[in-house]
């Protein structure tokens, strides 16, 4: 059997049929999926049975696990996975819905938002497989946006101006955006909320392309006002995720999806979450530097 | 006066008038019609003095005093007629100085780059707002309308069930606390109140259903505060999408006017540490946004 990859759109995600991804790879098939990657952003794999240990066996392939941050952020005995696996359902440690005022269900509306996982780390994340488990009837697409196309379209005079920007990230701006105040991740957490350094364009060396380093988690630009900088970009946002640049994918369930967050941002979909099961999880792999580092280039 | 269509059902050109003299009942009467049945008009080459401003503005309802003016010490304002709204880039009176980076009015002016529509921080919003092109940057600084009829009109009969008798909390400290600057209010701390409001409202003439969104409102009422956010910057995508929205690229000496009760508008960036511009606007007293003054939905719906 042949891995084939299907565009889902002309020039950003496809769907790849003809492999088995819960048993062990070959090293050529991994350099497919990673080729694949580094041509799509997004890549849609449907029927893969996985559980948490095929899962993250799979995702070793790709480099080294981070520790969700929803870990990172709350007590071991709070957390119904296991701290490499991020626990993208509206369950509690229980398995029961979490409450309409749950504070984990409140701050993880900021999945709402677009975002870069992890951008809120100086060593941000490469990959995220997504893994779905249980999939409600109605809404909870997730969205993808393609930053490659969104940097290529800016016209020259912005890239100019954004080519050296450094911007500010910190999971607490994401969350203030929905006012959820900081200080709700309890005062043993703040530590964890400090903002990160990042380039705004980054520049991949494997496809040798630019793309837009953008996320809800940004809060500021080194050297600007903070008005002037979130009202910038709030426009960049708006540019970067007009229709022609992003991909809604409408989950079933054993579907797997991985996506790159140096060249994406993606976003979650409004559900019934308050009557209905979404049990998604989500594994996570480490990148390889700051961006930061890469300015002289 | 002849009325055509820029585009169709949402914004009108309006030429063969003077504005800059006094209207007859008849005209006032035809250009209340066409705000009616398209809800923004543009008025080219109208080379209008404040005091026209106010006389022409005047013929559409009571006028307006901006918060702005409101919060500011008398000194400081540029215009002594408190009517009169300044939409521009300089240090208030000295019109030769262009305002700092980290001046305090500008952080709060770049608030009006977000979706919103005018003093719907009142318990009386804005009506008509007039705006007149005196400056021009050389590139950017537009204003966009984003047309609520036809957002409201587009939603899906799910969505539309779940906003039609929904109340939300206005305040001009939301707007400015999405993009990280805090308004004080110097001792008038009653204008940052929230104010409640219906999210669809009526329009007293036409009837139609609109979405009464804005960047000012903070809240929803019965509804958590991250919950109502993030609902809120769904719905606010959804009725800023390219097909509800015209772009006004400003030729010196337009006048645009548009209705608060059925349009969101907001500035685009341009060069402002370094380009002037200058914009004058006027406000009416809006009618038929009391929560209390709009009926109830209607059984049969």
Not at chain 1, 91 to 103: C, F, I, M, N, Y
Request: net charge negative; aromatic share 8%.
């Amino acid at each position: 059997m042949n891995m084939t990859f299907t565009p889902l759109t002309p020039n950003f995600a496809a769907e790849v049929s003809g492999i088995d991804l819960t048993r062990p790879l070959t090293a050529e098939q991994v350099k497919a999926i990673d080729d694949g990657m580094d041509r799509w952003g997004v890549l849609v794999f449907h029927d893969q049975h996985f559980d948490d240990e095929t899962q993250l066996a799979f995702s070793r392939n790709f480099g080294a696990l981070e520790i969700s941050s929803g870990a990172e952020l709350s007590k071991p005995e709070d957390n119904r996975l296991r701290p490499e696996m991020a626990d993208i359902s509206n369950l509690d440690v229980q398995s029961k819905l979490r409450g309409a005022d749950d504070k984990k269900r409140l701050g993880a509306l900021g999945n709402r938002l677009w975002h870069s996982d992890a951008s809120f780390r100086a060593v941000p994340a490469k990959y995220s497989l997504l893994s779905a488990r249980i999939v409600p009837p109605t809404g909870g697409n997730t969205e993808f946006a393609d930053m490659r196309a969104a940097y290529d379209a800016l016209d020259d005079a912005t890239k100019a101006e954004i080519e050296d920007l450094i911007t500010e990230h910190s999971n607490a701006f994401s969350r203030e955006l929905i006012g959820f105040p900081k200080a709700a991740y309890g005062a043993e957490f703040q530590d964890k909320l400090r903002p990160v350094r990042h380039r705004l364009v980054r520049y991949d060396d494997r496809t040798q392309r630019k793309s837009l380093y953008l996320s809800a988690h940004i809060g500021e630009i080194v050297g600007w006002p903070v008005p002037e900088a979130r009202a910038y970009i709030r426009d960049l946002m708006e540019h970067a995720t007009q229709r022609a640049f992003v991909f809604a994918h409408r989950w079933k369930v054993w579907d797997l999806v991985i996506w790159d967050n140096r060249t994406t941002m993606h976003r979650a979909r409004r559900y019934n979450d308050l009557t209905e099961v979404r049990d998604m999880r989500r594994s996570t792999i480490r990148g390889e530097a700051m961006t930061v580092q890469q300015a002289a280039e | 006066m002849l009325i055509q269509p820029i585009q169709p059902g949402f914004v009108g050109l309006v030429t063969d008038v003077d504005i800059c003299q006094p209207l007859t009942a008849r005209q006032v009467a035809q250009i209340e019609g066409g705000m009616d049945s398209f809800a923004v008009l543009a008025f080219p080459n109208q080379p209008v003095t404040d005091e026209q401003q106010v006389a022409f503005s005047a013929n559409f309802g009571e006028l307006e005093i901006p918060l702005a003016a409101q919060m500011m010490a008398p000194e400081k304002r540029r215009f002594q007629k408190l009517e009169l709204g300044d939409i521009s880039n300089f240090d208030g009176k000295n019109t030769d100085k262009l305002r700092d980076r980290d001046d305090s009015r500008r952080m709060y002016a770049l608030a009006n780059r977000l979706w919103h529509s005018d003093a719907s921080f009142r318990a009386v919003g804005a009506g008509y707002t007039l705006l007149h092109s005196r400056v021009n940057p050389t590139k950017g600084g537009n204003t966009e309308f984003a047309d609520m009829r036809a957002a409201y009109d587009a939603l899906d009969s799910k969505t539309k069930a779940l906003v039609d008798d929904m109340i939300v909390g206005h305040s001009i400290v939301y707007s400015r606390e999405q993009i990280g600057f805090e308004v004080k209010g110097d001792g008038n701390p009653d204008n940052l109140k929230p104010v409640k409001h219906r999210l669809v409202v009526t329009h007293p003439v036409t009837g139609r259903k609109s979405l009464y969104l804005s960047s000012h409102i903070g809240e929803i009422e019965g509804w958590l505060i991250p919950e109502a956010r993030a609902f809120l910057r769904d719905l606010t995508e959804h009725a800023t999408q390219p097909q509800f929205v015209y772009s006004h690229k400003w030729e010196v000496n337009d006048m645009v006017m548009w209705d608060n009760r059925t349009v969101m508008h907001r500035a685009t960036r341009f060069d402002d540490l370094n380009e002037r511009r200058d914009l004058r606007r006027t406000s009416l007293k809006g009618v038929g946004l009391g929560i209390d003054s709009v009926p109830v939905r209607q059984a049969a719906e």
